[in-house]
């Protein structure tokens, strides 16, 4: 009968060093392991235990399934076969133990013997060999295909790198070897259900004993030593993250994406040094994985800037297992170029397979700088007048519905009389040249559908949504306390607005302030209203279009669908750009960028963004749902000499012209 005899061939001696083996490398592992714990416990607390199932359920999904890592195809696939083909040789391995070490010795019983022996080593034959395809692929990768978002790494991370490909090769390679070595001696009745080992016999055969069974040895104290030196290593290197993300996973932030935690105020706001961080942000810098889905996403990087997110999170995670931390954190570790450089897009978070949260620590650097008054001159120039009149723009808060005064119908002064949706417009919308014409048109869209709708003239205030991206905190909360005030004091059912910044803010990060009536951003009203039959269109546009997702109304709020079928609805054909819903290139407006100067680019993300829109074969149109993004786009078509190809107009300019 088929039966797992764990240490054929193998001397008592080699048994007990086994054995030895297993036991140190039990206490390097968690020696390793602990020298991670420790330092995460250098941050700051914060609590991260809230909804267990969701965290665990994260975990599973994840960690486990790993759904964000094979979106990317070719990596996803080279990836879940090592994963999967190790998990299931590592599963092997614990029956074997058991069923030798356990059973064997204590109840004089084996349960891998007959059928399920046959089938146990079938199915680790098979399995096994994607470990070997998954293998192949990154090699090919690494050598042949070459892609950019792996290149520029330091050269200690590139070693690292190779030694975890080859001792996985070396060990999985070996562990084939000695089982074809026992076959090629043994030759059971059953060696063909053991395809590959079987296969690898066939080529030893010819040597005979004692050749074989010495080489079996030999090959069996290699195999053994090169796996218990990779455990013992696993938290040495790169495939640490095998612990620290599933760990970040589970401890991620289970809020809204568009709500920022409020400063954390210790030597001052912000991150004055590495141990300002929370411990779970130090744990986020642990456990990127070096893959650079980040980077290939990032607007600033593409643009020519200095920012890498993924270098910046190696940096910090270098930094904090430096022994004595003698480098200046700003200026050394880090510069200012770098944490200025961020459009707050929220791409890095969204695509990072370990769910790290690049943005929020940009941010707490942010607040230390703002605080240090290390600061571009045209963002502090804003931020003066938006302390002082409350948009950016150093306009009177008086002219702020001056875009109104030409309408047909005055607009209701939500502050004096009750309405049923209260229009919060938002700065670029009340005071940019470029967005004005779509708000009016939005109003005219409102006065057709016969919407009681208010605004609330003068009294309104920036919502603060990029203040509190730069890093002003302070004046984020006195926008925030002026704001909340005149809402409060208004009788209205729903809060709408065009602006998807705007939007972002007052549904994620007002507390209340919106007073529990729902805040929905223009599209998502339209789109009810259109469902509902309430609005018909009086013709149907021919328009050949693509849309751009606003980065605070898709990745932030995933509002995809519902532009698209206004969109749709009023008879356009939209074609949509390569990079398009939760992989959407930003404008570059974001985190504040758009009051900065633009210094050190090669190439706007605007002017990226309008070059691809206009590659798409007969498309006539970028269509936007952002007043921001009319500015940025508008501008780029100008500066790349598109005027005759593209056209940029907010989708409720669609809607306008259909009504």
Request: proline share 4%.
């Amino acid at each position: 009968m088929p039966i797992r005899e764990t240490f054929w061939n193998i001397p008592h001696w080699a048994e007990i060093a086994q054995y030895v083996a297993a036991g140190l490398t039990i206490i390097v592992f968690l020696f390793g392991v602990w020298r991670h714990v420790r330092r995460w416990r250098l941050g700051q607390k914060v609590k991260r235990t809230d909804r267990l199932f969701t965290r665990l359920w994260s975990v599973v999904v994840h960690a486990v399934a790993q759904v964000r890592v094979v979106r990317d195809p070719f990596p996803g696939i080279m990836h879940l076969a090592i994963f999967w083909g190790m998990v299931a040789l590592l599963f092997g391995t614990a029956l074997a133990t058991i069923d030798w070490d356990v059973t064997h010795l204590f109840f004089d019983f084996q349960f891998l013997k007959g059928g399920l022996y046959v089938a146990y080593e079938l199915v680790l034959d098979i399995l096994g060999l994607l470990v070997i395809v998954g293998l192949g692929m990154a090699i090919y990768r690494r050598t042949i295909l070459r892609p950019p978002r792996l290149a520029h790494l330091e050269r200690r991370y590139t070693w690292d790198d190779i030694y975890v490909l080859v001792m996985l090769s070396l060990v999985t390679i070996t562990g084939y070897l000695v089982e074809g070595l026992r076959i090629a001696v043994v030759q059971p009745e059953w060696a063909a259900w053991s395809p590959v080992g079987n296969l690898i016999a066939g080529a030893f055969v010819a040597a005979g004993d004692p050749t074989n069974a010495t080489l079996h040895l030999v090959l069996w104290i290699l195999h053994g030593g090169l796996a218990f030196t990779f455990v013992a290593s696993l938290p040495y290197t790169k495939l640490s993250h095998l612990f620290t993300v599933p760990l970040n996973i589970f401890f991620r932030s289970l809020e809204p994406a568009g709500a920022l935690a409020p400063a954390w105020y210790g030597s001052g706001p912000g991150i004055k040094s590495i141990k300002d961080f929370t411990w779970k942000q130090l744990l986020d810098f642990d456990a990127c994985i070096r893959c650079g889905r980040c980077q290939e996403f990032c607007p600033a990087h593409a643009s020519g800037l200095s920012l890498s997110p993924r270098d910046l999170l190696l940096q910090l995670n270098s930094y904090l297992w430096e022994r004595e931390n003698g480098r200046q954190f700003y200026g050394e570790v880090v510069t200012a170029e770098e944490i200025w450089s961020c459009t707050s897009c929220y791409a890095c978070s969204s695509q990072c397979p370990a769910f790290i949260e690049h943005v929020t620590a940009i941010v707490d650097m942010r607040r230390h700088l703002v605080d240090e008054g290390e600061i571009d001159p045209l963002l502090q120039e804003a931020l003066n007048n938006l302390g002082r009149y409350g948009n950016s723009f150093g306009q009177s808060e008086r002219l702020r519905a001056r875009w109104s005064q030409n309408l047909p119908e005055k607009i209701k002064d939500a502050r004096r009389e009750p309405v049923e949706y209260l229009w919060f417009v938002g700065d670029y919308a009340s005071y940019n040249a470029s967005a004005v014409p779509a708000t009016q048109m939005a109003a005219e869209v409102f006065n057709r559908m016969g919407l009681d709708y208010g605004i609330l003239y003068e009294a309104e205030r920036n919502a603060g949504n990029d203040i509190r991206r730069v890093g002003e905190e302070g004046l984020f909360e006195m926008l925030v306390e002026k704001n909340s005030a005149v809402l409060k004091k208004c009788a209205y059912r729903s809060l709408i607005t065009t602006d998807p910044h705007t939007y972002n803010t007052l549904k994620n990060e007002y507390n209340g302030a919106s007073n529990g009536h729902p805040v929905l951003h223009i599209s998502e009203l339209l789109d009810t209203l259109i469902a509902s039959g309430k609005v018909k269109f009086n013709h149907k546009l021919d328009y050949k279009v693509t849309y751009h997702d606003p980065c605070y109304l898709g990745r932030y709020n995933a509002i995809y669908d519902q532009p698209r079928r206004v969109i749709a609805a009023t008879g356009c054909q939209l074609v949509e750009m390569p990079r398009h819903g939760d992989q959407a290139f930003c404008c570059g407006a974001g985190g504040g960028r758009i009051w900065m100067e633009e210094t050190g680019v090669k190439e706007r993300p605007s002017e990226i963004r309008v070059r691809e829109a206009a590659q798409l074969e007969g498309v006539q149109m970028l269509v936007v749902a952002c007043p921001k993004d009319i500015s940025m786009f508008k501008d780029a078509i100008k500066t790349c000499g598109l005027e005759d190809r593209l056209v940029v107009k907010d989708f409720v300019e669609l809607v306008h012209e259909a009504l």
